[in-house]
């Protein structure tokens, strides 16, 4: 009998491992997967969060004026105005013009402004290949929210060939500037940097 209970004692304790080792691992897995869970519904909502504050920063466009952003001198050139403004997640404030105004007047006004470091700006405006910027402005209206920003004039553009393109940066606002030389009409878009 003794020797019966020398044989099965260690299979009976090698058996109690294997369990006690099975239900450890068990425990490791489920805590692994609750841990997993979490961290994945953390980043999950912190992204959301990301996201929808970006994309409200965005929404929350408001009616701008000119003289906002150039206050030198009198735009008396321009008519039909409407503008609007809003912020980028960065917290950088971009304008959007729409606007009338003659080519000759508008780009030396603009040119005119004043900066707040000579070094980054242009003393010029420079024609530029226009593709690119529709190409950005395309892109960017995808994620936009319906009625956010009216971009209905992108298909006119990319459809007419006479569109010019100019960039002009006078430190810290940063123009691009599409203009029409058979309507006069003229879209401006400005970025303006955050001051460091």
Do not use: H, W
Not at 21 to 39: C, F, M, R
Not at 67 to 72: A, I, L
Not at 92 to 119: G, W
Not at 139 to 146: D, G, I, R, Y
Request: hydrophobic share 35%; with cysteine.
């Amino acid at each position: 009998m003794k020797k019966y209970i020398f044989v099965l004692l260690p299979l009976f304790a090698v058996t109690s491992c294997t369990k006690i080792e099975e239900t450890i691992n068990e425990q490791i897995e489920k805590t692994t997967t609750s841990v997993k869970e979490k961290a994945q519904n953390a980043v999950k909502e912190t992204l959301n969060e990301t996201v929808s504050n970006s994309l409200n920063s965005l929404t929350n466009a408001e009616n701008a004026q000119f003289q906002e952003v150039f206050p030198n001198g009198e735009p008396t050139m321009i008519s039909e105005f409407s503008g609007k403004k809003f912020t980028f997640p960065n917290g950088s404030p971009a304008y959007i013009f729409k606007y009338k105004a003659e080519k000759e007047i508008l780009i030396p006004y603009l040119e005119q402004q004043e900066t707040l470091d000579q070094a980054k700006s242009d003393q010029v405006a420079k024609k530029i290949d226009g593709q690119t910027f529709i190409d950005k402005l395309s892109f960017v209206q995808k994620f936009l929210p319906a009625n956010t920003i009216d971009m209905s004039f992108l298909e006119d553009i990319k459809k007419d060939k006479n569109v010019e393109y100019y960039k002009l940066k006078r430190f810290p606002n940063s123009s691009t500037i599409i203009y029409n030389p058979k309507t006069k009409q003229v879209f401006q878009f400005v970025e303006v940097a955050k001051k460091i």
